[in-house]
């Protein structure tokens, strides 16, 4: 059974940081692709940060420079560093998994973000 679980969510001031953190089980970790999506109200999802499996990373415009997506390999575990948090951060956050050699993605449940004074 496929499960990745997400944490670190909350709400933070503007300016702030967070890091927050995917466990993923499972799966062969190092075999996929790991990526952070967000979803905020009335908008579509959309890709925040990727990682692929030989470290290669991809951002998002709106939050080049100011986030940091990280994996470690041997704890089956990503991370997205969130600094200079904006109010438009504010939105749910996905982590995603996708097989490099298939068809396979996976999803977590998602952790709230929120960005306000």
């Known amino acids: 059974q496929v499960q990745l679980v997400e944490s670190g969510g909350g709400l933070v001031q503007p300016g702030g940081s967070l890091r927050l953190s995917c466990a993923a089980s499972?799966?062969?970790?190092?075999?996929?692709?790991m990526g952070w999506y967000r979803r905020a109200s009335g908008k579509e999802r959309e890709l925040v940060a990727a990682?692929?499996?030989?470290?290669?990373?991809n951002y998002t415009d709106s939050v080049k420079g100011r986030f940091t997506i990280s994996r470690d390999n041997a704890k089956n575990t990503v991370y997205l560093q969130m600094n200079s948090l904006k109010p438009e951060d504010t939105a749910v956050y996905y982590c995603?998994?996708?097989?490099?050699?298939?068809?396979?993605?996976?999803w977590g449940q998602g952790t709230q973000v929120t960005v306000s004074s």
């Open positions: 995603n998994a996708q097989f490099k050699r298939g068809p396979y993605i996976y």
């Open positions: 499972g799966i062969i970790f190092s075999m996929h692709t």
């Open positions: 990682i692929t499996t030989d470290g290669s990373r």
